[in-house]
C-alpha cells in the first residue's frame, strides 16, 4: 500500500471509529431517555429498529396525534400515537392506537403509565440500544472498534519496521 493510501486509510478509519464511539456514547448517555422500535406497529412513521429519543412529559400537556411510550399492565414500553384525551375525577386517560393496527389499544392508558413523548427517531439505531442491553450485545459493539484499533497498530508497526529497516542500510 502506498503511504498516501495508508494515511487516507488511517484518517477514513478513524474518522468511522470516532462516529461509531460518538453513537455509542450518545446511546449510553441517552439509555434512559431512549427506546428501540421493536415492532412494526406504528409504521410508516417509526420503522422497526428504530432508536426513539423520549422526552418526559407532563400528561396534561398530551395532545391527540402525538407520540407516546408507557408501560402497560404486564410492563412491557409500548409505543402508540394518541387519538383521545379523556379527563376522569382529575385524572387523565389516553386512547391511543399503533399506526399500522386496523384497531384501538386494547386499554386506555393511565397517565401514570406514560414515559413520555417521542421526540425525534434515528432509523436502523434502535438495533444498537438492545445490543448494548447485554454482556454479549456489549462485546458485539466493542469488537469493531478493537478491529480497528488493531489494524491501525498493525499499519504502524509496518512503517516503523520500514524505517528502521531503511535506516539500517
Known amino acids: ?46 420503522a422497526r429498529g428504530s432508536l426513539l429519543l423520549v422526552t418526559k412529559t407532563e400528561p396534561g400537556r398530551l395532545q391527540v396525534g402525538d407520540i407516546i411510550t408507557f408501560k402497560s399492565q404486564d410492563d412491557s414500553t409500548n409505543v402508540s400515537r394518541v387519538i383521545g384525551v379523556i379527563a376522569s375525577d382529575s385524572q387523565l386517560f389516553f386512547r391511543t392506537k399503533a399506526d399500522a393496527n386496523e384497531s384501538l389499544d386494547l386499554e386506555f392508558v393511565d397517565e401514570a403509565a406514560v414515559q413520555g ?47 528502521s529497516s531503511s535506516n539500517n542500510q
Open 117 to 163: 413523548i417521542v421526540d425525534f427517531h434515528i432509523p436502523y439505531l434502535g438495533v444498537l440500544l438492545d445490543c448494548s442491553a447485554s454482556l454479549a450485545g456489549k462485546f458485539v459493539l466493542l469488537a469493531p472498534i478493537l478491529g480497528v484499533l488493531a489494524f491501525l497498530l498493525m499499519l504502524n508497526r509496518r512503517k516503523i519496521a520500514r524505517a
Open 1 to 46: 500500500m502506498k503511504p498516501l493510501a495508508r494515511t487516507s486509510a488511517s484518517v477514513v478509519l478513524i474518522s468511522l471509529l470516532l462516529i461509531y464511539l460518538a453513537i455509542l456514547i450518545a446511546l449510553l448517555v441517552l439509555h434512559g431517555n431512549a427506546v428501540s422500535m421493536t415492532s412494526g406497529s406504528m409504521e410508516p412513521a417509526l
